[in-house]
């Protein structure tokens, strides 16, 4: 299975960019594809660059310039679930969107929420159960992306009021539509960088590249275990 892999950061990808066996490099769309492998399986890794539309466009390149049968995609999120702190992980059951309106549900492909392959999520759970310096708790559940950074306490209020996410981000949702539309198994990996509140900028400057490493670590296990 040719495994495709995103991030939205540079620091999201860059341990997978040095670990993994490098044949070839292609340039295109603002960004470089990386073809090679990694434990002996094959891989296509880019960073996408931040929000939807750039997640979307590199998640269907993926599949149909690179041949990517599956798509996960790695990096770092606020926090909503109460009790989720900065550096513990979220394992998406399923993605969606938080700035959509309610009539796009009218109209294709009809999803409110994607949810997650099951076979990628249970080889997760085994490749952080086989990582003791994770620096925090894994758990599951809703990861909402939109186009906007959540950091204040009413905008994070209003979104947990509305759909109860365990986490926020900019990239995943349209990855997994865009895996759905192509019919591939997806998931979406996040380690929290910050609590999506008041205070978020200054702690995700303090905590963005550790998140960012762990969530690459997981990855890299995921493949060492498939």
Same mark, same amino acid.
């Given at each position: 299975m040719v495994w495709g892999i995103l991030g939205a950061l540079d620091e999201e990808v860059a341990l997978i960019r040095?670990?993994?066996?490098?044949?070839?490099s292609v340039d295109m769309l603002g960004t470089t594809f990386h073809v090679g492998t990694y434990a002996g399986?094959?891989?296509?890794?880019?960073?996408?660059?931040?929000?939807?539309?750039?997640?979307? #466009?590199?998640?269907? /390149?993926l599949i149909? +310039?690179?041949?990517a049968e599956c798509v996960v995609n790695v990096g770092i999120a606020g926090a909503m679930a109460?009790?989720?702190?900065?550096?513990?992980?979220?394992?998406?059951?399923?993605?969606?969107f938080h700035d959509q309106d309610a009539v796009?549900?009218?109209?294709?492909?009809?999803?409110?929420?994607?949810?997650?392959?099951?076979?990628?999520?249970?080889?997760c759970a085994r490749a952080c159960a086989q990582l003791p310096e994770l620096e925090s708790t894994v758990t599951t559940g809703r990861i909402l992306s939109g186009d906007v950074f #959540?950091?204040?306490? /009413?905008?994070?209020? +209003?979104?947990?009021?509305?759909?109860?996410?365990?986490?926020?981000e900019m990239e995943g949702a349209s990855i997994g539509h865009t895996s759905y539309m192509h019919g591939?198994?997806?998931?979406?990996?996040?380690?929290?960088?910050?609590?999506?509140d008041d205070e978020a900028q200054t702690t995700y400057d303090d905590f963005m590249h550790r998140a960012a490493l762990q969530s690459a670590r997981i990855i890299l296990k995921m493949l060492e275990l498939a």
């Open positions: 040095e670990k993994m066996q490098v044949d070839r399986k094959p891989v296509v890794l880019a960073c996408c660059g931040i929000g939807k539309v750039n997640a979307a #466009v590199c998640a269907t /390149t149909q +310039r690179f041949g109460h009790g989720l702190r900065v550096l513990d992980v979220v394992v998406a059951r399923e993605v969606g796009m549900l009218n109209y294709y492909p009809k999803q409110q929420f994607f949810r997650t392959d099951d076979a990628l999520f249970e080889l #959540v950091s204040d306490r /009413t905008t994070k209020e +209003r979104i947990n009021a509305a759909y109860a996410p365990a986490c926020v591939k198994p997806f998931l979406v990996i996040r380690t929290m960088s910050d609590t999506a």
